[in-house]
Structures are given as C-alpha cells and as structure tokens.
C-alpha cells in the first residue's frame, strides 16, 4: 500500500508554517522539489503558536504515496531525486504538471515512522501550452 504506485484517499490535520521559506537549492532539494503547498501532518496535542503556524484539515482523493528514502536530498534514493527521475527529470511546476496530469493531487512521503513532507497540489492552475 505505501509505494510509490499506490494511491487512496487521504484525511489529515495538517500545520504549515507562515511566510516563504528561503532559497536553500541543492540543501534541501529545492531546485528538483515538485511546485505546491508543503505541508506536514499536525502531531495530536501539540502546541502550535497561531502567529507562526497555519492550521487546518485537508483531504486528497488520490494522492501519490512515496517512501521517503535517504535523508540527504541529494541521494538518488531521496523521494524528491525518485519522483524527478520517475518523471524525466521535470522540476518544479513542470513535475508538479507530469504528477496532477498522472491523476494525483498530492504527493506523501513517508518512512517506517510515518507521514513526512506532503505536498498539496490541488491549487495548481493548470497552464495551457502555447
């Protein structure tokens, strides 16, 4: 069920923090990351200051599941090096086209710990090609 060609519909609390994240590139795999909100699954009873964070419930009818490999953004096995590959070599909202195009509208990573980074891509407008 958690590979990466599985999919089904998907419930959570999720948090996100306010504001853009800064540009970190290659540290964080930014310049291969999908285009889309990033979300993480809110931990139950957790305290999360309303100034800082932005709170909610959000639902995917068919998200991508994928194992979130290696730590290190830039081993091939991390799930951002994996779904690029997947997809060949598209980036940013190029991937992000390639995986809502596929039918999903959302990609969740996890490991043998559970739900790690999730990215939401049901706010994509999708642009025509000219």
Known sequence: MNDNLSSEQFKLSYV???????????????????HGRYLSQ??????????????????????????????????????KNQLSSMH?????????NKVVASGHDAIITHDENGTREIVDLTGLKQRRKR
């Open 16 to 34: 996100r923090r306010k504001g853009t994240a800064p540009d970190m590139g290659e540290r964080y795999g930014q310049h291969i990351e999908p």
């Open 42 to 79: 809110a931990e139950p009873g957790a305290d999360y200051p309303d100034d800082l964070f932005e709170k909610g419930e959000v639902s995917f009818k068919n998200p991508l599941h994928m194992p979130y490999g290696d730590e290190s953004y830039a081993h091939e096995s991390n799930w």
């Open 88 to 96: 060949g070599g598209a980036t940013g909202r190029k991937l992000s």
